[in-house]
């Protein structure tokens, strides 16, 4: 990664204390993926920089340095931070720890950027998250290279049934099957997932069952910690928003 490099737009996902008075950030950019950042001094009182260096803001980041660790240069916002709020804020952080277990240090993902972009802008105007969080996980997938037919049999080859029952099977895909379980699928809900538009419910239950299989080869057994936050949230607590 070159030192010369300009302005980057840039989301952080993650950010964590870094002696009394720094930060480590790690930041989703367009052109180069997933990058650890170092942020000297952005903790102190002096800093410009303590309003500015949030998570779901669009930023413009430059940064410096080889190895695993930058030093940031530079930082400025696009925008004011997308607004998130209660379950649709939790999403979002479920989106980001995504990101950051499953794609690689310094890769690009510049299609998967666009597609974060668009799923914080959707989860900001959101009644149910569920279907900006199936979108996500399956762009997610497709930039992985986790390639599979939701349209055809994978043993005849022939256009899926709306109506017919299918079994999926790693590394094959979807065939026709008279048995049901938590491996199968109806045709409609596999065209509903191949078109990334859910219009029941059972759809939308069917793209969650499929997606946490699919991911679960990439997450390991390591609990997701945004999902042990939501499922230990009480009712009786304030969920928390972000800034604006």
Not at 62 to 74: D, E, N
Not at 82 to 99: F, K, Q, R, T
Not at 188 to 209: N, P, Y
Request: aromatic share 10%; with cysteine.
């Amino acid at each position: 990664m070159s030192d010369a490099l300009g302005l980057q737009r840039c989301f952080i996902l993650h950010r964590r204390p870094y002696t009394e008075t720094s930060l480590i950030l790690d930041v989703f950019s367009e052109e180069f993926g997933r990058v650890s950042i170092l942020a000297k001094g952005a903790r102190s009182k002096r800093s410009n920089l303590k309003g500015v260096l949030q998570p779901f803001t669009p930023l413009l980041l430059k940064w410096f340095g080889k190895g695993s660790m930058r030093t940031l240069r530079q930082a400025e916002p696009i925008s004011l931070g997308i607004p998130l709020n209660g379950i649709n804020l939790y999403s979002a952080m479920y989106i980001n720890e995504l990101i950051s277990r499953v794609i690689e240090s310094e890769t690009a993902y510049p299609e998967l950027f666009h597609d974060y972009l668009a799923s914080l802008t959707e989860l900001a105007q959101a009644d149910n998250p569920e279907p900006a969080l199936r979108r996500f996980e399956l762009a997610l997938l497709s930039s992985l290279g986790y390639g599979v037919d939701f349209l055809h049999c994978a043993g005849s080859g022939e256009p899926v049934s709306e109506n017919m029952t299918y079994r999926y099977r790693e590394q094959k895909g979807f065939i026709a099957s008279v048995r049901k379980d938590n491996l199968t699928f109806l045709g409609d809900e596999l065209i509903a997932i191949s078109e990334r538009r859910f219009l029941t419910k059972q759809q939308l239950q069917a793209a969650k069952r499929f997606t946490r299989m699919a991911l679960k080869p990439y997450l390991g057994s390591k609990p997701l910690k945004s999902r042990e936050l939501f499922m230990a949230l009480s009712p009786h607590k304030a969920i928390p928003k972000t800034r604006s």
